[in-house]
């Protein structure tokens, strides 16, 4: 008896050697199985709890467009009483960290996202692949977020809170004119069942653009439009014609 005892203290000692040493490379292939290999953590130190790497933007398993933030990205994750607590660092992009908590329940994953704000170089689109990689875009994302919390059961999605994404002074190889414009995107939960809604509008320049989206319960739909000032549809002509479907002047973008 005292024998199995002893075999059992091994392996539980063992077991728990592994989930506390876990190393970072595990969660980095997590991250690329769960995306598709879109978001890769490169060069990963640490462990699964406390470690480090480099965040890749790729156009996923095959693709050649692949983009790097700059410097590291670090993150922190520790138990809590309601599932597990989140803290990134990115040093480029946020001048404090970004944090959020995990929590699983039976049948129900909830995630909720402290308020914060950051700012990320456009150029990271690009090696998401397409459209992104013919696009070529250039400028800043300035992300924020406000009472955001995400929630899926039983197969279905929801949110309340809101998160924004302004994309400021863009500009895109397909395009003389630089800057195009400055835009802002607009997530919300939508009471009172928290299927999200998608807003889109311009904040200024020649290129405008505009439109609204839903979340269906299986699928995003979105339906907008581009158009180009009078006095710069030469200069925009190419983006219109990647955007959407051109219809004369305006490009009608329409998704699912």
Known sequence: MSRRWAVFGAVLGVVLALVLFAPA???????AAATDRQVQLAEPRGSVWDGSARLVFSGGEGSR??????????????????GLHLRLHAGCCATVPLEATLAPAWGRLTLEV???????PAALLAGLGAPWNTV????QL???SQGLSVEWFEDRFSMTGSARLDAIGISSRLSTLRPIGSYRLVLT???PAGAPELRLQTLEGGLNL????????AHWTFRGEASAAPERESALGNLLNIVGRRQGAKSVISLG
């Open 65 to 82: 467009d692949a983009l790097v933030l700059p410097g590291r990205i670090g993150w922190e994750i520790a138990p809590v009483l309601r």
């Open 114 to 120: 402290a308020d914060g704000n950051s700012q990320w």
């Open 189 to 191: 939960g939508k009471a």
């Open 142 to 144: 300035q992300l924020a």
């Open 25 to 31: 490379a595990w969660l980095a292939g997590a991250v």
């Open 210 to 217: 505009s439109g609204a989206g839903q979340w269906s319960g």
């Open 136 to 139: 070529q875009p250039e400028g």
